[in-house]
């Protein structure tokens, strides 16, 4: 059977905004039925259904004027379903009966109110297990898969997946609340709360083009998000300093590749390429940030971003005061990551051997073998003192764990340029 051309593309239509709506919604839809239920998991599970049914749906009958709308309807139908059936002699009669009415009346509403900020903060409970608390803010808010976040995490997916399915019952069981603290309940679960955007704002800024859809609308959540905590929370030093460690990365998207699709490091990119105006608005929350009195992780490297354009665009090296704002994150955050970042600047100012004693403080870390970075890194101190043997093994391994098929070439440039 066959359809007419103007039918097809209706059809295909449809299914595009059934998907940009799933993407675009689902943190905002688990954290309204979340919040209601008490159960991340029954949330996850109804919205799942929803999705699958709108893009079953849509394409034959067409896109609801509400599609957000029409998804919590939905999603309202299945979570209610579920409730009934698999906790009948948990929840009496009249218990489903407000949860019913409650989630009936709000799925009318022209608009459903926003509380993935809260349901951040419950995922950041003391009560969850701390090294999970950011991976599960990661998928219930960002709807990031257990495959992407064990990867982000050092872990294997199978753990992480036990991990996240163990949190969601504690969060049930213990009766969390979904709210934002007051404030003497603040500390480290507001911590946790930067540190989940952050790694989901990474996450999609792995695609450097922007043509990912699911990784672009990644990269606008996490910034949404960190806009929102900053907003909410003006007297948290560190939430405009993430925010504008974020601006300084998205604000040199477009000049992390050439024309040909070429990935381009920083050091070799066009500054007139970069964005100026997040740039500008990054350097005053760094101002603001520092004027409330208090430094933090997210401050120093929103500081190591500042330093790097400042060096880039005016030519004037700075690599004392990188190393030292490096050696002060360090201190403060003690990550291989930053161990890794460090070893490279102090390479500029001691030279690659130093480089390679400094970066020895973690090269214990078996979380290491697989993080390309490491690899990358490591090859380049080698081939600068000369241990070509070495160097060409470093980005050998570098290669093979690389995603990016951009980067991928550029670590291929460089190990072909060794003298054998």
């Not at 209601?36 to 599970?45: H, I, K, L």
């Not at 480290?188 to 989940?196: C, I, S």
């Not at 990474?202 to 907003?231: C, H, I, Q, S, Y």
């Amino acid at each position: 059977m066959s359809f007419p051309e103007g039918h097809v593309q209706a059809r295909d239509d449809a299914r595009k905004t059934a998907d940009a709506v799933a993407r675009r919604s689902y943190g905002k839809l688990v954290a309204f039925l979340a919040a209601r239920t008490r159960d991340v998991a029954a949330a996850e599970d109804a919205l799942s259904e929803a999705f699958a049914a709108a893009l079953a749906d849509w394409p034959v009958k067409g896109c609801p004027a509400n599609p957000e709308g029409w998804l919590l309807t939905v999603a309202r139908r299945k979570v209610i379903d579920m409730f009934r059936g698999r906790r009948r002699h948990e929840l009496a009669g009249e218990q489903l009966r407000v949860l019913a009415e409650g989630l009936d009346a709000a799925a009318t509403d022209a608009q459903i109110p926003d509380q993935r900020l809260a349901l951040m903060f419950a995922c950041a409970h003391p009560a969850i297990d701390a090294a999970v608390r950011a991976p599960l803010i990661l998928q219930v808010v960002l709807g990031l898969d257990a495959k992407t976040i064990a990867s982000a995490f050092l872990t294997s997916p199978a753990a992480m997946g036990k991990r996240l399915g163990r949190a969601k019952d504690k969060i049930r069981q213990a009766g969390i609340p979904f709210s934002v603290p007051e404030r003497e309940e603040l500390p480290g679960r507001f911590d946790t709360v930067l540190d989940a955007i952050y790694a989901g704002f990474t996450e999609g800024w792995t695609d450097p083009g922007g043509t990912d859809a699911v990784r672009r609308d990644l990269t606008e959540e996490a910034m949404f998000l960190a806009r929102l905590v900053t907003e909410l929370l003006p007297t948290e030093p560190e939430a405009p300093g993430l925010l504008a460690l974020m601006l300084h990365a998205e604000a040199r998207r477009h000049a992390r590749r050439n024309r040909h699709g070429d990935y381009v490091p920083l050091a070799e990119q066009d500054p007139a390429l970069w964005d100026s105006q997040m740039i500008d608005e990054a350097e005053a929350l760094l101002r603001r940030a520092s004027a409330l009195g208090s430094i933090g992780r997210y401050q120093l490297e929103g500081a190591l971003q500042s330093a790097h354009v400042y060096r880039c665009r005016t030519g004037r090296a700075n690599w004392v005061e990188v190393v030292q704002l490096y050696d002060a994150l360090f201190e403060l955050a003690g990550s291989p990551v930053v161990a890794i970042n460090r070893a490279l600047a102090i390479a500029e100012v001691h030279g690659a051997g130093a480089a390679l004693d400094a970066m020895q403080e973690v090269a214990a870390d078996g979380r290491l073998a697989e993080y390309q970075p490491y690899w990358a890194a490591r090859a380049e101190l080698l081939a600068k003192t000369g241990a070509h043997a070495e160097a060409r093994r470093a980005y050998e391994i570098a290669i093979g764990l690389e995603r990016d098929a951009s980067v991928r070439r550029f670590l291929q440039l460089r190990q072909s340029a060794l003298a054998p």
